[in-house]
């Protein structure tokens, strides 16, 4: 059955809804971190988003609910005018979170207008970019979280329920592609953002990779033979950012007298083994890689295995259990959690497929403007939304982002 976009529209704005529900009045207005924002401000700003976009452009009429919410609000998009800073977001205490969402209910209550009358096609493909968008936000919301409540010295949980616990994590293996000319990007009629854009041919070297990411009891070794110690493991600036900010394990470990915890949405406890190690940076990922005798994939090796072997499966934030691991219920596949779970690394700088062009106006400083000092993410985690995340996608973040669901999977070049 068909999904009209209005039932879409009020579908994702409900699930960033169910996000917030196990969330206090003060975990929402709190800031942790400049590259974290408040959970009030991710939902102004989607908001800003669908009345900045659509409905001043389309709905006669329509007049914002405060014109003080486009400075509040706005991200980073030039063309829309001036914006607060982003370090300070959490020092927005007013509007008030009740104001908030007040504000989101007028500006659904107008989408809802606008889209029970006939609309054009402009109008149908930005209210995609802004379903779209939300859904990125609505991880980010997740991830935020997540490293607010790790500042809090009470470590508080944001799900009361016991954490996830991994079934035995399968054994590793080695699976072989062959060389050739592959396509790459998005050639379906679907959505996909504009760097996803133009499809173009690349030539592989055979190649393999890793049946499932590497673990968290692989990260331990790691760290156990002394490979946080080991500055021939690691890229010159990662180096120093480790001995800067005295890195020795991944993000949200914490050192026991035997063995580890971690701190995870579910509070803290025992560091599970067998789950997929996350909260790495591109540096750890590419350091451990490194002392595993392999490197990280090309994006574009991980798109083509991705596409040879169908392996979508994986757990997303449809559940809302946000923790990455392994699962009896997992069908069986050359590759494991591809999809979902937890973002991997590859070792492709983010840059822009041959031709690429953005879109005009303010929506083309969505994507292009990022190109630069950044690598590629493939696959989706564990919050991300299962209708979100696709084959080409290309998440991306600087070299030295721990706080998202991040980790890696092996690769190497076949040689006879």
């Known amino acids: 059955m068909k999904v009209s976009l209005l039932d879409r529209f009020t579908s994702i704005r409900q699930r960033t809804r169910n996000i917030c529900a196990p969330l206090t009045v003060e975990d929402q207005i709190l800031q942790s971190m400049e590259d974290a924002s408040p959970i009030k401000w991710h939902l102004a700003h989607t908001t800003w988003f669908f009345e900045t976009f659509v409905l001043k452009p389309f709905k006669e009429g329509y007049e914002p609910l405060n014109d003080a919410y486009s400075y509040l609000f ?19 205490s007013r509007p008030s979170l009740s104001e908030v969402w007040d504000y989101r209910t007028a500006v659904d209550d107008a989408i809802g207008e606008l889209l029970s009358t006939s609309v054009g096609e402009e109008v149908v493909r930005v209210m995609e970019v802004g379903l779209n968008h939300e859904q990125q936000h609505q991880e980010l919301m997740v991830t935020d979280v997540h490293h607010l409540l790790f500042a ?36 379906a009629e679907s959505f996909c953002y504009d760097n996803e854009e133009p499809t173009h041919r690349q030539f592989l070297e055979r190649y393999a990779l890793g049946n499932r990411p ?107 259990n946000f923790y990455p691991h392994f699962r009896q219920k997992d069908p069986e596949a050359a590759l494991i959690h591809m999809f979902g779970s937890s973002w991997e690394w ?3 700088h983010y840059s822009p497929y041959p031709g690429y062009k953005p879109v005009e106006g303010a929506l083309g400083e969505y994507n292009g403007k990022f190109m630069a000092n950044q690598f590629v993410l493939r696959g989706g985690s564990c919050a991300t939304p299962s209708d979100h995340i696709r084959p080409t996608y290309r998440n991306f973040f600087p070299a030295h982002a721990r706080w998202q669901f991040s980790s890696c999977r092996l690769a190497k070049r076949i040689v006879e």
């Open 346 to 348: 590859t070792n492709s």
């Open 152 to 187: 809090n010295p009470l470590l508080p949980a944001y799900h009361g329920t016991s954490k996830p616990v991994s079934i035995q994590s399968p054994s590793f293996e080695w699976m072989e592609f062959a060389e050739g000319v592959v396509p790459i990007g998005h050639a």
């Open 214 to 320: 590497i673990t968290n009891e692989e990260l331990v070794a790691f760290i156990e033979e002394g490979g946080y110690s080991n500055e021939l493991l690691w890229l010159s600036s990662g180096w120093a950012l480790r001995e800067l900010e005295g890195w020795s394990h991944p993000l949200f470990w914490i050192p026991e007298n035997e063995g580890w915890s971690e701190f995870t949405l579910y509070g803290k406890g025992p560091l599970d083994l067998n789950s997929p190690v996350t909260h790495i940076s591109y540096y750890e990922a590419d350091a451990v890689a490194r002392w595993m005798g392999a490197r990280l994939p090309t994006e574009f090796e991980w798109e083509h295995a991705s596409f040879l072997t169908g392996a979508q499966h994986g757990h997303y934030s449809d559940e809302l």
């Open 74 to 92: 706005n991200s980073y998009y030039v063309q829309a005018g001036a914006r607060f800073m982003r370090d300070r977001r959490g020092l927005i």
